[in-house]
T-cell receptor
């Protein structure tokens, strides 16, 4: 499959569970992103990875732990989440975060997370 | 700090009517602006970017630096245009800042 894929598409978990979200991009990009889309808020940027190095962490609680083992894969490890963490989590990639020109981000379909 | 504002959360029009989705921004540098669209049960996708000055699916958007706006327009709305639309600004850190989104509903 081409583009940006995310698994699972839907996830229901309890507050004591540990789960992981997976993102994979087939575009040869060097930068990957995690976003959170809540029902009543704008898209929020959570983490940015460039060449497998985390370059930005926007005050995200430690119960969210990202991992980027290579430039094609990005994970978001979840543990002891709260009900207010229920949201759509979107992954995106771009050619190069450090490019001197505007760089378009390509989004995956998202994972709909529900925390009970 | 940069900010993107979409004042309308919901816009409802009849098929064939003109559509304008508003977007205002605040940014101290030279902005790069985008419109993204999310159709029902589909992923977020790029609709257009102001530097390309192209029309996608009949939509156009003109950057007005004096009014700090980047409104999205279409002269005749179609039912398949019903979706969530996000205005976004590309900032100095090469990051996108999104507005809150506007849900467009085109009624038959």
């Amino acid at each position: 499959e081409t583009g940006v894929t995310q698994t699972p598409r839907h996830l229901v978990m309890g507050m004591t569970n540990k789960k992981s979200l997976k993102c994979e991009q087939h575009l040869g990009h060097n930068a990957m992103y995690w976003y959170k889309q809540s029902a009543k808020k704008p898209l929020e940027l959570m983490f940015v990875y460039s060449l497998e190095e985390r370059v930005e962490n926007n005050s995200v609680p430690s119960r969210f732990s990202p991992e980027c083992p290579n430039s094609s894969h990005l994970f978001l490890h979840l543990h002891t989440l709260q009900p207010e963490d229920s949201a759509l989590y979107l992954c995106a990639s771009s050619q190069d975060r450090l490019a001197g020109v505007t760089d378009t981000q390509y989004f995956g379909p998202g994972t709909r997370l529900t925390v009970l | 700090a940069q900010r993107v504002t979409q004042p309308e959360k919901l816009l409802s029009v009849f098929k064939g009517a003109p559509v304008e989705l508003k977007c205002n921004y605040s940014y101290s540098g030279s902005p790069e602006l985008f419109w993204y669209v999310q159709y029902s049960r589909q992923r977020l996708q790029l609709l257009l970017r102001h530097i390309s000055r192209e029309s996608i699916k009949g939509f156009t958007a003109d950057l007005n630096k004096g009014e700090t706006s980047f409104h999205l327009k279409k002269p005749f709305a179609q039912e398949e245009d019903s979706a969530m639309y996000y205005c976004a600004l590309f900032n100095a850190g090469n990051m996108l800042t999104f507005g809150g989104g506007t849900r467009l509903m085109v009624k038959p």
